[in-house]
């Protein structure tokens, strides 16, 4: 399977962009997704998770109550919505998924990995 991650672009801190993971040569439906990111110097870090059915949800504390997570399998896309976004948001942004279906954290349990999307927040 293949991720296409889009969305990405300039917004002002305060303001909301929303991310798209779409799957190709493959259904998304019993995969775990996830983002990440890594900002220039910095570790790639996790942002948030949802398992197969959408049902469990898991964010990175620098997130929580900011940005969503949500999947469309219908569409095979998964969703970041960002809002409230700050300067320290900006980064590449990676969608990923695992075989497992699972909520996961540790980017050494996703199989898959899409480009990344660049996200500039201005101040």
């Known amino acids: 399977v293949q991720l296409q991650a889009s969305g990405g672009g300039l917004a002002q801190a305060g303001g909301s962009l929303r991310l798209s993971c779409a799957g190709s040569?493959?259904?998304?439906?019993?995969?775990?997704m996830g983002w990440f990111r890594q900002a220039p110097g910095k570790e790639r870090e996790f942002v948030a998770a949802?398992?197969?059915?959408?049902?469990?949800?898991e964010y990175a504390d620098s997130v929580k109550g900011r940005f969503t997570i949500s999947r469309d399998n219908a569409k095979n896309t998964v969703y970041l919505q960002m809002n409230s976004l700050k300067p320290e948001d900006t980064a590449v942004y990676y969608c990923?998924?695992?075989?497992?279906?699972?909520?996961?954290?540790?980017?050494?349990?996703?199989?898959?990995w899409g480009q990344g999307t660049l996200v500039t927040v201005s101040s």
């Open positions: 040569g493959g259904t998304l439906s019993s995969y775990g």
């Open positions: 990923a998924g695992n075989i497992w279906g699972s909520v996961a954290s540790d980017h050494n349990r996703f199989d898959y």
């Open positions: 949802v398992s197969w059915s959408g049902r469990d949800t």
